[in-house]
């Protein structure tokens, strides 16, 4: 049996324990929101077909299964607002092959989620980073992936390979660019869906918030600081970075009696109703806009023993789940969005705006392209 030191040193709760109980204390303080609450649920998924280096063929199979199944699970669940679960699939821009894009249209041109950048670097530098960054977004276009603001300019959000942000690593792997930041704003990127990252170094000590990073934006690890994003203050200049819940669970029943949630769901780390209500418990809000709750999960969806539970019991549990305890209409009403939709709706709730969430899915940032009529919005 580990010692609780060697459980702490393992999860590296010294990194983001004290972020997390400050942050637990001040939405304690909170008082109770009286009325009905809105569940913002993402499901980002580090979407990666050729992982553990499998060959194309491999990959293609895993996308069919996606493609597939994807709609029958998922098909049979519907929010308040009549869509269908949306999944993010944050495709890196590194495993690029055609059928890959052209296969996750079909998914998103049947209003069952849309595609985001992934990337993992090492060792990089910012020319290159910017170049290899703008050609894949190109690219990615040129399959009707991504969404254009007002301008006609491509905007996207972001993952970044092994949680390595801002050349988080203390030894510098996995990246190489301090000033990352700044260079995803000015290739377009709005937000950034990277963390939680516990147990990996590159977690920071802000925990379950919606944030801007704030000071030297060009520096190692820039988004340890940041000002909580709230109804009546907004950013143009920045990437907004958007968590998802991190949580301290006790538990009874196991050794450690401590669990860290960090949202990944596995082929072993199923969805379940405590998890769920782990997630919500979080409460990560726009700070004024407390009705409007927002959970970021994330996966890496790809290979077959996650894909397995996604694809079916897992993947039924959690949207049952969903639907059975936040969607009665009167507690709570459920909103499945895509990255996109809840940077969106983030912003919304900065503008002013209340009610009913979903109204504000494509408040400044339109669907992609590829989506139809369909994906637009599928009614009950």
């Known amino acids: ?58 990959g293609v199979d895993r996308v069919a299964a996606w493609e597939e199944k994807y709609p029958i699970v998922c098909g049979q669940f519907r929010d308040a607002d009549g869509f269908h679960p949306r999944h993010s699939f944050f495709f890196p821009g590194e495993e690029y092959r055609p059928v890959f894009l052209d296969k996750l249209a079909n998914l998103v041109k049947g209003g ?21 960054i703008l050609e894949y977004l190109d690219t990615y276009a040129q399959h009707g992936h991504l969404t254009r ?7 996207y959000a972001f993952i970044h390979g092994n949680w390595a942000l801002c050349n988080a690593r203390a030894d510098s792997r996995f990246c190489g660019v301090d000033e ?68 301290l669970n006790l538990r009874t029943s196991k050794l450690p009696p401590m669990r860290v949630e960090n949202t990944n769901l596995t082929g072993t780390d199923r969805p379940s109703l405590s998890r769920i209500k782990s997630w919500v418990a979080q409460n990560i809000h726009v700070e004024g806009r407390p009705e409007w709750v927002f ?53 919304a709730a900065m503008d002013g705006k209340s009610g009913n969430p979903g109204e504000y899915r494509d408040y400044v940032l339109p669907p992609p392209p590829v989506c139809s009529s369909k994906g637009k919005r599928s009614r009950r």
């Open 1 to 58: 049996m580990k010692s609780p030191f060697a459980y702490i040193s393992e999860k590296r709760l010294q990194d983001w324990a004290g972020g997390y109980f400050k942050h637990w204390l001040k939405s304690a303080r909170e008082p109770k929101y009286e009325g009905t609450r809105h569940l913002l649920f993402s499901l980002c998924d580090h979407y990666e077909p050729l992982y553990g280096m499998a060959p194309d063929s491999v």
């Open 112 to 132: 069952f989620g849309e595609v985001e950048l992934h990337l993992h670097h090492d060792a990089d530098t910012p020319e290159n980073l910017r170049h290899e």
């Open 149 to 155: 603001d007002a301008d006609g300019r491509i905007r």
């Open 180 to 247: 990352e930041l700044p260079l995803l704003f000015d290739t377009g990127c709005y937000a950034d869906y990277t963390f939680p990252a516990a147990p990996s170094e590159c977690q920071p000590s802000i925990v379950n918030q919606i944030y801007w990073p704030s000071g030297d934006l060009a520096r190692k690890r820039a988004y340890e600081t940041g000002t909580r994003a709230r109804v009546g203050e907004k950013m143009d200049d920045r990437v907004l970075i958007i968590q998802g819940p991190l949580a």
């Open 295 to 347: 959970v970021k999960t994330y996966t890496h969806g790809a290979p077959e023993d996650t894909a397995i539970e996604l694809l079916g019991d897992g993947g039924f549990t959690l949207h049952q789940e969903l639907r059975d305890h936040f969607n009665d209409g009167e507690k709570w009403q459920l909103h499945y969005v895509t990255a996109r939709e809840m940077y969106n709706i983030a912003i």
